[in-house]
C-alpha cells in the first residue's frame, strides 16, 4: 500500500501553542497535500507542496517536504480552539494522474 | 473552487438493501472520484468516474458493489448495493479544481443494521 502514515496519531494542545503533525510516504511524489476533516464531514484543501519544493507558508500554516526521507510535516502556529479537526496528508505519485493517497491522519484537539 | 452538493447527508439502512447517493457540482469537470472513509480510518478511494465511459475500479472494490453512474459533467451517484453492517462508513465524492486540489462533497454518512 502507498499510503502515508502520519503521526502522531492524537494530539491535545492548549490554544496559542504550536501543533506539529508528521506524514511519512513510501513512493517518489508528484506533490503532497495537506487536508482538514472537521467532525468527519467533507475535507477541505489546506497547503500542496511541490516535490521540487521544500518549504511553504500559508498564513498560521508552514509545511515542510523532505524527499530524501520521503516525510512532510505540518506546523500550525498560534492555534486556536477552532482548529480542532483531523488532518490528513496525501501524495498523488507519478502515473496516478490526479488520484491521491491519504495518510492515516492526526485528531488535534486544541483547548482553551 | 467547485461547490459540491452532496445527499443525503446520512441514512440508516436495514442489510440486504441498496442505496444511491448522489453528488452535484456546479461546474462541469472530467472525473469524479468516490472515497470511503470507514469509523476512525483514512479516506480510500474507491473509483473514478468518468463522464462517457465505465467507472475505473480501485482494488477490492467491484461494480456489482458499488454501481457508478457519470451521466453528464456536472453528476454522479454511487450506489452501495446489497449493504451488510461492514459497509457503515462515510462516503465522500470529490473533484479536481485548479492547482491538483480537490475538492470534496460534505459526505455520506451510512449507517447499517
Known amino acids: 500500500s502507498q499510503q502515508g502514515e502520519e503521526d502522531p496519531q492524537a494530539l491535545s494542545i492548549q490554544e496559542g501553542e504550536n501543533a506539529t503533525m508528521n506524514c511519512s510516504y513510501k513512493?517518489?511524489?508528484?506533490?503532497l497535500q495537506w487536508y482538514r476533516q472537521n467532525s468527519g464531514r467533507g475535507l477541505v484543501h489546506l497547503i500542496l507542496?511541490?516535490?521540487?519544493?521544500r518549504e511553504k507558508h500559508s498564513g498560521r500554516l508552514r509545511v515542510t517536504l523532505d524527499t530524501s526521507k520521503k516525510s512532510s510535516s505540518l506546523l500550525i502556529t498560534a492555534s486556536r480552539a477552532a482548529d480542532t479537526a483531523s488532518y490528513f496528508c496525501?501524495?498523488?505519485f507519478g502515473g496516478g494522474g490526479n488520484k491521491l493517497t491519504f495518510g492515516t491522519g492526526t485528531q488535534l484537539k486544541v483547548e482553551l | 473552487s467547485a461547490v459540491i452538493s452532496q445527499k443525503p447527508s446520512r441514512d440508516i439502512c436495514q442489510r440486504g438493501t441498496s442505496l444511491t447517493i448522489q453528488c452535484q457540482v456546479d461546474?462541469?469537470?472530467?472525473?469524479m472520484f468516490w472515497y470511503r472513509q470507514q469509523p476512525g480510518q483514512s479516506l480510500t478511494l474507491i473509483a473514478t468516474?468518468?463522464?462517457?465511459?465505465?467507472?475505473?475500479?480501485e482494488s477490492g472494490f467491484v461494480i456489482d458493489k458499488f454501481p457508478i453512474s457519470r451521466p453528464n459533467l456536472t453528476f454522479s451517484t454511487l450506489t452501495v448495493s446489497n449493504m451488510s453492517p461492514e459497509d457503515s462508513s462515510i462516503y465522500l465524492c470529490?473533484?479536481?479544481?485548479?492547482?491538483?486540489?480537490?475538492?470534496f462533497g460534505s459526505g455520506t454518512q451510512l449507517s447499517v443494521l
Open positions: 470529490s473533484v479536481v479544481g485548479a492547482e491538483e486540489k480537490l475538492f
Open positions: 513512493t517518489s511524489i508528484n506533490n
Open positions: 507542496i511541490r516535490s521540487n519544493e
Open positions: 496525501a501524495t498523488a
Open positions: 461546474s462541469q469537470v472530467t472525473m
Open positions: 468516474a468518468n463522464q462517457g465511459s465505465e467507472a475505473t475500479y
